[in-house]
Each structure stands twice: as structure tokens, then as C-alpha cells.
């Protein structure tokens, strides 16, 4: 089956740092999304981007689904965005079933 | 306001019993998701369903079992032969957004085997 890998598994930033995280995947997919799981375990949708790129505030999203991969950047980073960051795809041959990278656990000193 | 409702948060559960999770939405979604994620890992598919008395296994059935009868209800039991129940358990939906399946999920809910 499709494989998700996540770099890097784990991050500390000093509050304001940016940073680049990435979502290779093995094969096409229709769906990509990216997740935030906060210390108490909520997963919140950040982005549904299968291609493309898409801005929200200080994140930003970019799928170049020809070379299978996707980047997630985080602007003058803040002591609420720690948690583990998930990328999550939909195979092509499997509708409705996305499979989970193994995350980025993100660390934000004040 | 719109969401997915698990119960209960924590659960303890001694060696060989049945146990329940709730799972609860009001979206009026179709699609339904239980995951399991384990202490530092990512989240794995037990079992998913796209419409009402219809539901098919994911990658770690065994030992699980789930119902589907009416669009805002998919309860998940764990069974006494989940050799590992220790976990935190997700219930998600989908919503059907230009053709993809946008994922929301529910708070979790927390079991621990005594």
C-alpha cells in the first residue's frame, strides 16, 4: 500500500522561528490533508490540498502532487502551535480510506 | 454548533470485558471513522463506513467491532480478543468537499486495561 513519511519526526523552535515541514508520499493520491493535534489530542483539519498552494495566517500549504510530495510552513512560530502536525492521503485506488504519516512533533520555546 | 461527540473521555476496562465507545455527530455527514493512535505514533484505521448498515474493515480490525445504524450513531466496541486495547481512539467524519473527503474529528476518547 501507499507509504506517508513525515520529516523531521520531531522539531523545537524559539517562539517567531520559522519552519518547513514535509509529507513525501510513494504513490497518486486525491486527497491530501494536513492535521494539528494539540497536547490534549484534538485533531483540527488545517488543509485540504491535493495540489496547489493555500494560505491560512501564519500557515501555508504546498502539494506538487507530480513529484509526490507536500510542505507545510509555519511563520513566526507561537507557543500554541506545538503539538504533532499529521499529514494524512487519500490513495487513488481507495476512496474514503486516507492513511496517516507517523507526524512531526513540534516544540515551541517562549 | 456542528461537531462529533465521544464518550466516554477516559475508560478503564479490566482484562477480558467488552467495551463501548460512543460516537455521536451532527453534520450530517455520510462517512464515519474509528482510528486508533498509539503513545508517539500516527493514527491507524480500525473501521469506516460510507452509509447507514454498511461499514468495512480497515487495517486493524481485528478484535474491534462496530455498528451502523443510523447516520449520526457509529459505535465502536472493543472486544476481550484486542490483545492491546491500551490506546486513544478517534472517531472522525467526512464531509464531501469537491469531490474529496474532508476529514473532522471527534475529542477521543482514552482507554486504559487495567
Known amino acids: 500500500g501507499i507509504q506517508v513519511e513525515q520529516s523531521p519526526p520531531d522539531l523545537i523552535l524559539q517562539e517567531g522561528a520559522n519552519s518547513t515541514l514535509r509529507c513525501n508520499f510513494s504513490?497518486?493520491?486525491?486527497?491530501l490533508q494536513w492535521f494539528h493535534q494539540n497536547p490534549w489530542g484534538q485533531l483540527i483539519n488545517l488543509f485540504y490540498i491535493p495540489s496547489g498552494t493555500k494560505q491560512n495566517g501564519r500557515l501555508s500549504a504546498t502539494t506538487v502532487a507530480t513529484e509526490r510530495y507536500s510542505l507545510l510552513y509555519i511563520s513566526s512560530s507561537q507557543t500554541t502551535d506545538s503539538g504533532v502536525y499529521f499529514c494524512a492521503v487519500e490513495p487513488r485506488d481507495s476512496s474514503y480510506k486516507l492513511i496517516f504519516g507517523s507526524g512531526t512533533r513540534l516544540l515551541v520555546r517562549p | 454548533d456542528g461537531g462529533i461527540t465521544q464518550s466516554p473521555k477516559y475508560l478503564f476496562r479490566k482484562e477480558g470485558q467488552n467495551v463501548t465507545l460512543s460516537c455521536e455527530q451532527n453534520?450530517?455527514?455520510?462517512?464515519m471513522y474509528w482510528y486508533r493512535q498509539d503513545p508517539g505514533q500516527g493514527l491507524r484505521l480500525i473501521y469506516y463506513s460510507q452509509i447507514v448498515n454498511d461499514f468495512q474493515k480497515g487495517d486493524i480490525a481485528e478484535g474491534y467491532s462496530v455498528s451502523r445504524e443510523k447516520k449520526e450513531s457509529f459505535p465502536l466496541t472493543v472486544t476481550s480478543a484486542q490483545k492491546n486495547p491500551t490506546a486513544f481512539y478517534l472517531c472522525?467524519?467526512?464531509?464531501?468537499?469537491?469531490?474529496?473527503?474532508?476529514?473532522?474529528f471527534g475529542a477521543g476518547s482514552r482507554l486504559t486495561v487495567l
Open positions: 453534520l450530517n455527514h455520510d462517512a
Open positions: 472522525a467524519s467526512t464531509e464531501d468537499v469537491s469531490g474529496a473527503n474532508v476529514l473532522t
Open positions: 504513490d497518486s493520491v486525491n486527497n
